[in-house]
């Protein structure tokens, strides 16, 4: 009888090792494939960004703005416009700030506002969250330091490369005027707005609720406990010819969409500047109450 025996070969510690070796070789370099493929991706995005940002004509801002008194004892809007010598690295800002009627400080808080804005600047343009946090934080202070018992609205603009961000709180109002046409871009936080959203919503009459003597009481301010600031979900495209307006509700309730529309037509930001101003004391509303504005106007690069 043969018997025939099989031995098996149990692996050498060289072969262990070479297969270690060449296991840890095939990492490696997978390793560096996937770091190269992600630095290739993100220096094509860059490439991409870049080539977009150099070919991109970006439109030339014209600004200018009014700020008047009306039948109030004291001017409680405060503006800021930031300054525009370098605005195609830093963008743009201008913001519109009215301190509340009835209450007290209206002019310290206002003014209170639109100087932190103005410490922000230059905004981080994509950090809309960010940016709304810490306009919050300036809304903190005023509650804190008033005990609620002062207020101001805010309405703010940031507008870099052709493209622009909305910051609102408040009653205050931010237009985009394109072709004749204007767009109200954010919504006013009060009372009435929340009836007339409300009724719409239910496909009932909204002509009952400009009656509603609460129809003008703020839903949120600067200096609420807890403020929400409204801010655009993602940046809007502007074109030439657009005109942005930022103003106090002294204007809106003096013109409407279409009455500040033929105002912005083939003419200097100064000129739609000035003529609204006159428009709204051509009124001559025994009430007026004080009304500020931002104008810009884009328009093609000056070569």
Known sequence: MIVTQMMLRMPELS?????IIAGTAAGAILFLVSIFLFGLVIY???TKYRKIDINMDILTPEVAYFHEKGKREAQEDSVYISELVDYKKTGIVACVSDGMGGLAYGDEVSQYVVENISNLFPLSFFATEE?????RRISDYIADHYKQQAGATLAMVNILN?????YSVGDSVIMLVRKGETTVLNQKQNYGSLLIHSLVKKGQSTSAVYGNPKFRALTDFMGNVV???????KPIRVYDGDTIIVCSDGVTDALSGRNI???C?????ANTASNIKMAVKG???PRQDNFTAVVIKLGKPVI
């Open 15 to 19: 072969d262990v090792s070479g297969d």
């Open 44 to 46: 094509l995005a860059n």
């Open 131 to 135: 940016n709304a946090r810490n306009i």
């Open 162 to 166: 052709n493209y622009l961000n909305f």
């Open 227 to 233: 403020v929400r600031v409204l801010y655009s979900v």
């Open 261 to 263: 529309a033929q105002h």
């Open 265 to 269: 037509s083939h003419v200097s930001a």
């Open 283 to 285: 009124r001559k509303n």
